[in-house]
């Protein structure tokens, strides 16, 4: 009887399952599902390798089916040149790019260990290489080491990239005492007619930049988005002059090379709408009058007056790192009207309770930045999170509004009391988007990195 029983729960969770809605989910949304799933990684040796969506396949009839038929999903491959035999054997590079058919191709080609390891990564090489009409984005993840052996490989693409919007390359050194080689890129990407975007950075213990950008040739012209290590002001002056319709940029200056800029110097961006620069200098000499997003961060908001004023902009967003003295930020506020989004990160023992203070919607002509909509800040011990709070409520209780905040956060390195916790957690009940970050630290992956050049 026992067994009889057994047998007929078996049938029934049988029946059950096979009669569960997860098998009547239409393709349409199951498309969509998959496409939510990836990227997706994981660990192999010391590297987080990313998968491509094998395992979709092998769960049943119905998502395999719907796995073939979705090129898009194939889309993105990446070879490690370490890992060939372990993670990317010729014949499963050969079946991915079978599978992603003629869709655009995102490719990234990680060499950071600085030698080719594996027998099989100059035949995944070869593979790829044959689809690099189809190339889309191309990400290098690159060891100066191996810099020359790399690029002599990749060189058989040149001329043959029409499709190429985004180049990403990160570099990291394996020594102090590598020598800049300014031939290692040549013209390798100087015919990509639909190149927009490129974007170097770079990695490693040595954090030094040793790809010089006047040494790679690429059709500087036409980019609309350019992020840079520079080493020197010569260096970025140098990109911004070969840039004229920089819409997006980013400027990180390596190092201590400080030259002194005259007024010869001065440049022009008439596009560019959101900039993000490490160094307060060069601020002094662009002018940008589409400026709507800035990325600052130290001493640099001394510098921002004048270049509203010069630029006669009308900027939206403002992000600031380690505020070091954020009274000094009130006059600047209340020469933009026009904000909308203001994100600070206050140094250690830097006092933010005035500037706070001075945000409050009182109902008078001393209100400033009335059309603020999203504010975030936090610091250490000199924060003020009481005067913060305040602040907060005067713009979210505050009568007669014609603009109410809608997006909150806050992080604080110190114990906070309930009393603060308590009123985020009620205007948080009654609609406004509030938060309270613990363990936070700006980012490319949080608001503050958000949309950053």
Not at 342 to 367: C, E, N, P, W, Y
């Amino acid at each position: 009887m026992d067994q009889q029983i057994q047998e007929q729960e078996e049938n029934l969770e049988n029946h059950w399952a096979i009669s569960s809605p997860v098998r009547r989910v239409p393709a349409e949304i199951l498309c969509e599902i998959f496409f939510l799933t990836l990227p997706w990684t994981r660990r192999v040796g010391n590297l987080d390798v990313e998968q491509a969506p094998w395992r979709l396949g092998l769960v049943c009839r119905q998502w395999r089916t719907t796995a073939l038929v979705l090129p898009r999903l194939w889309s993105s491959i990446t070879l490690y040149s370490s890992l060939a035999k372990a993670v990317h054997p010729p014949t499963m590079v050969e079946t991915h790019l079978y599978r992603s058919a003629n869709t655009p191709l995102t490719v990234t080609l990680n060499c950071e260990d600085g030698e080719f390891k594996a027998f099989n990564f100059s035949a995944c090489f070869n593979l790829v290489f044959l689809h690099s009409m189809r190339w889309e984005t191309v990400r290098l993840h690159l060891r100066q080491s191996f810099g020359g052996p790399f690029f002599t490989h990749l060189r058989t693409v040149n001329g043959q990239l029409p499709m190429l919007r985004t180049l990403e390359i990160t570099e990291s050194m394996s020594s102090p005492f590598d020598i800049d080689n300014p031939s290692l890129m040549g013209d390798m990407f100087s015919i990509a007619p639909r190149l927009r975007e490129v974007l170097i950075s770079t990695a490693g213990e040595y954090r030094r930049a040793w790809l010089p950008l006047p040494n790679i040739q690429l059709p500087w012209a036409q980019l609309t988005r350019l992020r840079g290590a520079y080493r020197s002001h010569e260096e970025v002056l140098w990109a911004l002059r070969s840039c004229p319709q920089l819409v997006e940029c980013g400027i990180t200056l390596l190092g201590q090379h400080f030259t002194t800029l005259d007024d010869s110097r001065h440049l022009t961006l008439p596009n560019l709408r959101h900039l993000s620069v490490n160094n307060p200098d060069f601020l002094t000499f662009i002018t940008a009058p589409s400026l709507q997003e800035l990325w600052i961060s130290g001493d640099a908001i001394y510098h921002l007056d004048n270049l509203i004023q010069r630029s006669s902009c009308t900027l939206v967003k403002l992000v600031i790192d380690r505020c070091s003295q954020p009274s000094d930020l009130i006059d600047i506020l209340r020469a933009i009207p026009t904000l909308t989004t203001l994100f600070v990160f206050i140094s250690d023992k830097a006092i933010a309770r005035g500037l706070f203070d001075a945000l409050k919607i009182r109902g008078d002509l001393t209100d400033i930045c009335l059309n603020l909509t999203h504010v975030a800040a936090g610091g250490s011990e000199g924060f003020g999170i009481n005067t913060f709070v305040d602040m907060v409520e005067t713009r979210w209780y505050g009568d007669g509004l014609l603009t109410r905040l809608s997006f909150m956060r806050t992080f604080y390195t110190q114990k906070v009391r309930c009393g603060p916790k308590a009123r985020i957690h009620k205007m948080q009940s009654e609609g406004l988007d509030a938060r309270f970050d613990t363990a936070f630290h700006p980012s490319p992956q949080n608001y503050f990195g958000a949309g950053c050049p």
